[in-house]
């Protein structure tokens, strides 16, 4: 057997320990701060130490593994979080931390120039309480203290289940690094969407984690009755409605990059043979870059309004959530191309329209994903699967990447 090979072999050992440890049902739950965060953790443990790594945890709830570099040496961050939504996949989060600990244990004995971390945050998907990626937030500096107040849907609030589960809540704000003494944050992650599997590329560099923005649409006209009413007397807002999502997906279509989607949409009174009086819907957009977003949500409220106007409806568009895009540090994004086209791939460049611990970590140091190709692009799902080879590849281009930057003394 080849080395990829093995690497892949042991990625799948790792990945099936870890998803065994899950609430029951379908697929891997693992909600930050409960019993299976606390049964996952030795594995995490054992796997880490495995790779030579000394291994404590934050008051974050974050396991780090460490390894040692010169003294006054920086420090190289890597890693992922090992919670999960409900009936989740088993890839999502803890390969991020399985494939770097592959390729920390196979380099074991390579001398570099700088300290390395493997991080494991506890919560990154928000599945349990109403805010996320605490332990990066932590690290950068940008977390909020009133969130610890927030309560999952049994009542606990984030302070009383952190307490529970062994940590000082109040120890959080002098988590935060100084962002002298780092180089970067590397992090992996299932792809979540179908782009390098339809290209047959195993691994992707992620040139950015997009912005997203998110808009309430209501249009009023006049509900009427389906019969009496001629077309041409009609205020009915649900045509309206309708041009204004091919407007959408038309803006979309021919803007690269560009994602948007009407994915809620509510006709009253919503009836067979009643002329729709009101419409609520929701428009969300995401591109890689702010301007492109932004231009995007402009000439889309431009557009509900001429749409509106033409028809006698009232329209009221309202932005409700805007979240700047992430840009990837471009060194680092060579680096890791350069890494990918060794280990036999291309080193594709694509967006991630996801959030990721990185988007958190951009506040603290440069940023640089590697994703990896999904199947059929399911993710957040029990049938989320990435093959072993794509896997193993990937565990191959991290030991080049961490060997090339040793060897370039960053
Ligand atoms: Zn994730």
């Known amino acids: 057997m080849n080395e990829t090979a093995e690497f892949g072999r042991a990625a799948v050992d790792w990945i099936d320990r870890l998803a065994a ?29 495995d790779a030579g790594l000394s291994v404590s945890m934050d008051a974050a709830g974050t396991l780090i593994g460490r390894r ?29 931390v399985v494939l770097p600990a592959l390729a920390l244990k196979a380099i074991r004995g390579e001398e570099l120039p700088f300290a390395i971390e493997l991080l494991c945050f506890a919560d990154e998907e928000g599945a349990r309480f109403p805010t996320a990626l605490m332990g990066p937030r932590a690290l950068a500096g940008t977390f909020d203290m009133a969130s610890l107040e927030l309560k999952d849907p049994d009542g606990i609030s984030l302070r009383r289940a952190m307490t529970d589960f062994g940590l000082e809540p109040e120890e959080l704000p002098g988590l935060k690094r100084d962002p002298a003494g780092i180089i970067g944050w590397i992090e992996c992650h299932i792809e979540q969407g179908p782009v390098l599997e339809a290209e047959g590329e195993a691994l992707g560099v992620v040139t950015a984690i997009c912005g997203i923005e998110r808009h309430a649409v209501r249009l009023t006209g006049q509900a009427a009755h389906a019969g009496t009413v001629p077309m041409a007397l009609r205020r009915d807002t649900l045509a309206g409605a309708a041009e204004l999502v091919a407007a959408v997906e038309a803006r ?11 994915g809620a949409l509510r006709v009253q009174p919503g009836v067979v043979n009643a002329v729709p009086g009101a419409v609520d819907m929701t428009v969300e957009i995401r591109a890689p870059e702010d301007a492109v977003r932004e231009a995007a949500g402009t000439a889309l409220t431009d557009a509900a309004r001429r749409i509106a ?6 329209v009221e568009m309202t932005r409700t959530y805007a979240q700047a895009a992430t840009p990837c540090d471009a060194g680092l994004q060579d680096a890791l191309e350069a890494a990918i086209r060794a280990s036999g791939g291309e080193g594709r460049r694509l967006a991630s329209g996801a959030t990721h611990d990185s988007s958190a970590m951009a506040d603290l140091c440069p940023v640089a994903m590697m ?25 191959a281009a991290y030991t080049t990447l961490l060997s090339r930057m040793g060897a370039e003394g960053r």
């Not at 440890?21 to 796997?47: A, I, K, N, Y």
């Not at 919670?83 to 088993?90: E, N, T």
């Not at 106007?309 to 009232?314: S, Y």
């Open 21 to 49: 440890v899950s609430e029951p049902g379908p697929g891997v739950t693992r909600m930050p701060f409960s019993d299976e965060h606390r049964r996952v953790l030795p594995l995490v443990q054992e796997m880490m130490e």
């Open 68 to 96: 040692k570099g010169p003294a006054g040496a920086p420090v190289l961050l890597l890693g992922s979080h090992q919670d999960s939504v409900r009936q989740g996949g088993a890839y999502d989060g803890a390969m991020g």
């Open 252 to 262: 979309a279509r021919g803007t690269d990059g560009l994602l948007a989607t009407v």
């Open 309 to 314: 106007d033409a028809r006698g409806l009232e």
């Open 371 to 395: 994703f990896l190709a999904c199947r059929d692009g399911v993710s957040h799902n029990p049938a989320e699967y990435c093959p072993p080879e794509v896997m193993g590849q990937a565990v």
